[in-house]
């Protein structure tokens, strides 16, 4: 695949770190207007009882169309002690949990100003964890179309259904924590890939 145009994602779904895994370089849209109930502060991940949408807060603005670059991390409630409990209930028996866990653990102690750089971050980690490299960039200006390559903002949404170009990038399924009890539920945090699977996470995201 050749280069894409993608939304900034809080531990984006496995199809989004897919399309990433498949893409000669990566932008990451920064100019946008912001919308609520996106990836862009949320992700999905599966307990005991079922899917869970973790939330990160963020602080109102004041104008109508706040651009994403501006958008601030609300730090009013503890979400970052909610979100750590949640995944450490959810993955603490999956099979690279305690691998991983002290390196993601930073991220719900230290505090981010900018929802983008807190992002982008987690996004840089995942990548090198699955020892994924790749070209990644921010964002110029806002641009309507993307001649570069293919334009994906609007393709990862957990409301509507995936987007014909997400649905180039079908991965394999995998072995999920609660996979007994659920089947197999997609849609997940790639972070669900990752404690499932370690370093197999990249030939899932290839579907090899």
Request: hydrophobic share 40%.
């Amino acid at each position: 695949m050749q280069s894409i145009l993608i939304t900034t994602a809080y531990l984006g779904p496995v199809s989004y770190f897919s399309a990433i895994s498949r893409a000669d370089k990566v932008i990451i849209e920064q100019f946008d207007s912001y919308h609520k109930q996106t990836y862009r502060n949320r992700c999905r991940i599966l307990g005991a009882n079922g899917p869970l949408d973790l939330v990160v807060p963020v602080v109102k603005a004041s104008i109508t169309k706040t651009l994403v670059k501006d958008v601030r991390i609300d730090y009013a409630t503890r979400w970052q002690s909610i979100h750590w409990r949640s995944l450490f209930s959810a993955y603490n028996s999956s099979p690279f949990f305690e691998y991983f866990a002290d390196v993601f653990s930073p991220f719900y102690s230290k505090k981010w100003n900018f929802l983008i750089d807190f992002n982008q971050e987690l996004t840089l980690l995942i990548l090198e964890l699955m020892q994924i490299e790749k070209e990644m960039k921010l964002s110029f200006c806002y641009e309507k179309s993307f001649a570069e390559g293919i334009d994906m903002r609007e393709s990862f949404s957990p409301k509507n259904k995936e987007s014909k170009e997400v649905g180039q990038c079908i991965h394999k399924t995998y072995t999920q924590t609660f996979s007994a009890k659920f089947g197999f539920v997609p849609g997940l945090s790639i972070i669900d890939l990752l404690f499932n699977m370690g370093p197999e996470s990249e030939r899932i995201l290839l579907n090899k």
